[in-house]
């Protein structure tokens, strides 16, 4: 089976992220916070680093319980930064309690990330084939600029871009993929 150059074929974890989750719309609040936190973390570093971290993430952010980690003080964030399971840089850890905070505040105002990414592209993913490759669009640019507006950190457009991909609202499957212009 062909998928992405890359889906690195020797982790079983980039694998199943590839087939099951990359690509494809995703509309629970949960996982949509936990993605965008976890691709800022990724800044400078390779997607599967963060990956392979993903699981005590969940565990060191409590579930990505997004009331608490708004509530983060100075003992938490000493621990995270003391934690190896976790990307541990003082600006990113600083960045997902502020980014809990922005959320808060955007689920306020919005209703979610569900609402406010999906209500960017009218709840249809765009569903790209294959044959180019971006790190960012007008969409992302758009949707980093207001999220900055709005207080969040680590949402720069490339990152944005990624999110996009990462949740669904984009499918940027290459060609020869056998999930490239999968509608799901």
């Known amino acids: 089976m062909q998928r992405c150059s890359w889906a690195n074929p020797a982790n079983p974890l980039y694998l199943q992220y590839h087939d099951e989750e990359w690509g494809r719309p995703c509309h629970d609040e949960t996982r949509l916070f936990e993605m965008l936190i976890l ?7 390779s997607w599967e680093t963060v990956l392979n971290k993903r699981a005590h993430y969940r565990v060191a952010y409590d579930g990505w319980d997004v009331e608490k980690i708004a509530a983060y003080d100075d003992a938490k964030v000493a621990a995270l930064l003391a934690d190896p399971g976790i ?14 905070r922005a959320y808060l505040r955007l689920r306020q105002e919005c209703g979610g990330l569900d609402a406010y990414i999906w209500g960017a592209v009218q709840g249809k993913p765009i569903i790209n084939d294959g044959a180019r490759f971006f790190t960012n669009t007008p969409l992302s640019d758009a949707i980093s600029k207001d999220l900055q507006k709005r207080g969040f950190k680590f949402v720069g457009t490339t990152i944005i871009y990624a999110y996009l991909q990462a949740i669904g609202v984009v499918n940027d499957h290459q060609q020869g993929c056998f999930l490239c212009g999968q509608a799901f």
Do not use: D, P
């Open 39 to 45: 691709e800022g973390a990724q800044a400078g570093l």
């Open 87 to 100: 990307i541990r840089n003082r600006l990113k850890v600083a960045a997902s309690i502020q980014n809990a």
